[in-house]
């Protein structure tokens, strides 16, 4: 896991935490890695902040219970996909995280989506017809890709080539993401591998150093390219 920003504090534990700030709380967790597997109302990877606070409402070992887990990661209370460990945190900025989580107990709870709610529908090499709920192309301006697809080409040959392939054309060091979208990998299923990475195949983590929003875009000018509707090289952006 790369190493997160967080604000530098001096580490007090005791036997039980005492009540942090939320405000500081949220703050550190925009600071650190925390948003790129959470956020405050939708799944991201990990469950919402307000899942979480909901789960633990009314439990008085609740403040402890967070905090054991942020410090020592792991798996299990919401699906297999490992947390990795925060030991490097201090324990009173655990004390900020953990209050503020647990205040957004009242706060609703949004379906994970990054889409718009349209669908859009491209004709593919074979004649066929694919819908997606998130466009590739300007509309009425195609090839140009959205901003979002051309900064997803730009993060994957910047980082994700050195081991899957320049434009996700494949590789012996790791495996076919185009294919991995082919058979039907969701956005969701992406990041739950990318971001926590997969150390024991040698993949990174790239929690804290690609955002949702980044890895978003990396997934879908993948699935572009997986439907052989973005081309190799350098496609022509929205900017242009």
Same mark, same amino acid.
């Given at each position: 896991m790369l190493a997160a920003p967080w604000i530098q504090a001096s580490s007090g534990a005791g036997a039980g935490l005492q009540a942090g700030n939320p405000q500081s709380g949220e703050q550190l967790t925009k600071a650190g890695d925390c948003s790129s597997c959470h956020a405050a109302d939708h799944e991201v990877v990990g469950p919402a902040y307000s899942e979480i606070a909901k789960k633990y409402a009314g439990q008085s070992d609740a403040a402890n219970k967070l905090a054991q887990r942020i410090k020592e990661g !792991?798996?299990?209370n919401w699906g297999?996909?490992?947390?990795?460990?925060?030991? @490097?945190?201090?324990?009173?900025q655990i004390q900020e995280i953990v209050s503020w989580i647990l205040s957004l107990k009242d706060t609703p709870t949004a379906r994970a989506s990054a889409t718009d709610g349209k669908k859009y529908s491209y004709t593919l090499q074979d004649g066929k017809t694919i819908t997606l709920d998130f466009p590739l192309f300007v509309e009425g301006k195609e090839p140009k890709v959205t901003k979002d697809v051309f900064r997803g080409y730009e993060l994957y040959n910047s980082y994700c080539y050195r081991c899957h392939g320049t434009d996700a054309t494949e590789s012996e060091l790791a495996p076919s993401l185009r294919h991995a979208l082919e058979i039907g990998m969701t956005p969701q299923q992406f990041l739950a591998v990318a971001?926590? !990475?997969? @150390?024991d195949k040698g993949m990174p983590s790239w929690a804290g150093f690609l955002s949702e929003e980044e890895m978003t875009g990396i997934y879908r000018y993948v699935k572009g390219r997986s439907l052989g509707l973005v081309p190799v090289g350098r496609p022509p952006s929205e900017s242009e």
């Open positions: !792991g798996s299990g297999t996909t490992q947390m990795p460990p925060h030991y @490097e945190l201090p324990d009173v971001m926590p !990475g997969r @150390e």
